[in-house]
């Protein structure tokens, strides 16, 4: 991958794990962290690769006055999984090359594993959380109900998956204290031990 002084670090876990408290974490070390999802957003909007790729994909009002047509491209995307993998073969080539070029070692992904992002890091980071804790935190987050959250939850790969292939695991339940996690895990980084 990386020289061996600069290791690339993913970070990731499902929806209501809590990837953004570490990332946090990480920034008051003065560590920044590439964020997919905004960064994927940005891109959508000023790539010329990505307008001009989704614009071939969805038609004409895919962009409308150079503004992203938000409800022409979810429209797209809902009507088929082909449809999902279209679009994402046009943004994620795009994500990947922007964070090799933005210089950062760390980049958070939800989908790390799904989109293959995982094969551009030398070590994942997975946070993980108990089912009913991430429930909590996604119905507080966005206001919806639990059914919902838990649909949300069923989309993305299982969290013992995501664990099992992962180097190292946080655990973000609201009690274990995740900052002394994190730092042996930096230490452990720094070091090359394990």
Not at 59 to 71: C, E, F, I, S, W
Request: net charge negative.
């Amino acid at each position: 991958m990386d020289d061996t002084n600069h290791p690339r670090i993913g970070i990731t876990g499902g929806i209501g794990s809590g990837k953004s408290y570490v990332c946090h974490l990480l920034g008051e070390r003065g560590i920044a962290v590439y964020d997919c999802d905004s960064e994927a957003k940005r891109l959508m909007r000023t790539s010329p690769d990505i307008i001009e790729g989704l614009t071939r994909l969805v038609g004409p009002d895919a962009y409308v006055d150079g503004q992203l047509n938000k409800t022409a491209i979810t429209r797209f995307l809902l009507k088929s999984k082909r449809n999902n993998r279209l679009i994402n073969s046009v943004v994620h080539p795009a994500v990947f090359q922007d964070f090799l070029q933005s210089g950062k070692q760390w980049v958070e992904s939800a989908i790390l594993f799904d989109c293959g992002l995982y094969r551009l890091v030398d070590h994942v980071v997975c946070v993980s959380a108990p089912l009913d804790v991430r429930i909590r935190r996604i119905m507080l987050r966005d206001g919806i109900t639990r059914a919902q959250a838990l649909e949300w939850i069923a989309k993305q790969m299982p969290q013992e998956e995501v664990e099992a292939r992962s180097d190292f695991r946080i655990i973000n339940d609201g009690e274990t204290d995740v900052n002394s996690q994190l730092e042996n895990i930096l230490i452990l980084l720094d070091n090359h031990s394990f």
